[in-house]
């Protein structure tokens, strides 16, 4: 499940630091450097762990001064209902920092796999990637949705970065067996034919690796 907070003490390990300053420079954005973020009297020292669903923070209001959710959003059936917990349990002043994935059409590995699909299920393809991690693709609609739950957005960028595999086949394999995609899939009929067409559909379009490809995805600053 998601990440739901950030208070860290000084003693983390050296990329958990790297992780909390870039986080407090998101955070602080006033100041000129970044500024590690220290727990404040009555707060927790450390995050929480566990689980949660976000429509239902277990945690009391104003409890953070940060909440993070890295390529969740998407997945909440509420998503109003998630901003508007995180909200309720940010204090004031506080930041929530999250982002979505861009269009389908902005990601070459899942285009090349969505094409490898339909040929595999020319008859009713999954359209899970359509759907969800990039049906949530539109920063007008995420606004909205913010400004719903008593957001300010106050910062929105688009980043496009390169993915990395060392293969094709690697790539089809971790999307076939280790995501959401390998329920769909089962459900039409998986099998090594499916398996060999998606391959052979993105070996196609992407070349048999190692492969780089952009994908793209919107980040977003919010305040209280
Ligand atoms: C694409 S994964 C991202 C995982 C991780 N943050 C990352 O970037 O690798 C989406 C995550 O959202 C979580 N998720 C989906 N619905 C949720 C909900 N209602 N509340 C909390 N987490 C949820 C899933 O359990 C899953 O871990």
Known sequence: MMP????????????????HRTLADHHRPDRGRPVPLRPRPGRPARPPDGQADAQRLPFPDEGFDLVTCQFGA??????????????RV?????????????????????????AGLERAFPVDPPQFLRTVPHGYADPTVVAADLAAAGFAVEDEQELTLQGRAA???????GYLTGTPVRAAVEERGDGPAVRATVIEEMTARLGPGPVTAPM??????AAV
């Open 167 to 173: 293969s094709t086949a690697d790539l089809a394999a």
């Open 4 to 19: 739901v907070g950030l208070l860290p003490p000084m003693s983390q390990p050296r990329g958990d630091r790297r992780v």
């Open 216 to 221: 793209t995805a919107y980040v977003f600053r």
């Open 90 to 114: 940010l204090a004031p002043g506080g930041r929530f920092l999250f982002n979505t994935w861009g269009p389908l059409g902005a990601h070459a590995f899942e285009v090349a796999l969505q």
């Open 74 to 87: 998407m997945f909440f059936p509420d998503r109003i209902g998630a901003f508007t917990e995180v909200r």
